[in-house]
């Protein structure tokens, strides 16, 4: 999948690999940078810490990197796990709204992306921030619906994600009034983004 | 059931529920839970569901994200508030 998309957006693929026993000597780095301990928010913290030790070890001139997180906040996408007949994660029975509220309301808690690239110099940016007020206003009933996020995807940006990235064949589905508004609104959202930081050369998480 | 009792209910969960010590001089009922990191999202979700067991309230959506939903005085406040409307 990485493959493709760099090829289809034109940039150069980093791999970034690390042995087991080399992941955790980053752990001090990512409790610290992170300020998070939840067990999640700490596996995907030492992954970005991977990461930004790969991409700080290239020197390019300028990195930034583009990171996706946040969308399964704005999007209540989070489910409890099972494994080895045991159910980690559990949720209370919470609206998709609540849970969403309660999920956007403690992204102040943890730095795990932010912080973590910064201790190695890469300033991060966040694109599905810069539309926090669109999603939010994404009513209970679009947020239950199975597909709630490829829908989304596909009626934002169009025949611009290749099916193989989202499932959906393009032109399945017809943007509605509203959701014509929503691809606008995100469109906006992302040219609000400074032109010197959109014309840099980026990474992709 | 006052304000007050709502508040004490909740700070005595939050004490429990996130191992705030006696002594912590930085909590307060005034505090902003999020910002000073006492409550992130997943506490916001075990708290949320201890407010509808406890005091059978259905939280609004809008009433998550305001200002007041930050500090245990002002969860407090909106408990009392959804009790005598619903």
Redesign the interface.
Request: aromatic share 6%.
């Given at each position: 999948m990485a493959e493709r998309l760099c090829h289809d957006l034109g940039i150069p693929l980093l791999k970034a690999t690390v042995r087991p026993e080399r992941l955790l000597d980053h752990l001090d780095t990512v409790l610290v940078e992170g300020?998070?301990w939840?067990d999640f928010n700490v596996h995907a913290g030492l992954v970005n810490a991977v990461l930004a030790e790969a991409v700080a070890a290239t020197k390019a001139r300028e990195p930034i990197v583009f990171t996706g997180d946040l969308a399964n906040?704005f999007l209540a996408d989070y489910h409890e796990e099972k494994y080895q007949g045991e159910t980690y994660?559990r949720?209370?029975r919470?609206?998709p709204?609540?849970?969403?509220?309660?999920?956007?309301?403690?992204?102040?808690?943890?730095n795990r992306e932010v912080g973590v690239f910064a201790a190695w110099g890469l300033p991060i940016v966040q694109p599905y921030a810069v539309a926090v007020d669109a999603y939010?206003d994404l009513p209970n009933s679009f947020l239950r619906l199975p597909d709630a996020k490829q829908q989304l995807c596909r009626s934002v940006f169009g025949d611009l994600v290749p099916s193989f990235r989202s499932g959906v064949a393009p032109r399945t589905l017809r943007a509605s009034p509203r959701r014509q508004s929503w691809r606008r609104r995100a469109v906006h959202a992302w040219w609000a983004l400074p032109r010197s930081r959109a014309n840099q050369r980026g990474v992709v998480t | 059931m006052t304000q007050d009792d709502v508040s004490d209910q909740l700070e005595a969960f939050l004490r429990i529920q996130y191992r705030i010590r006696a002594d912590d001089s930085g909590f307060a009922r005034d505090v902003d839970l999020?910002?000073h990191?006492y409550?992130?999202?997943?506490?916001?979700?075990?708290l949320?569901?201890f407010m509808?067991g406890r005091f059978d309230v259905?939280?609004d959506?809008d009433d998550?994200?305001s200002d007041d939903?930050?500090t245990i005085q002002g969860m407090a406040k909106v408990v009392c508030r959804q009790v005598q409307t619903s």
């Open positions: 300020i998070d939840r906040e994660y949720l209370p919470l609206s709204g609540a849970l969403r509220a309660s999920l956007v309301r403690g992204l102040d808690t943890s939010l | 999020f910002e990191g409550v992130d999202s997943v506490g916001l979700v075990e949320l569901a509808t259905e939280i959506d998550l994200l939903f930050s």
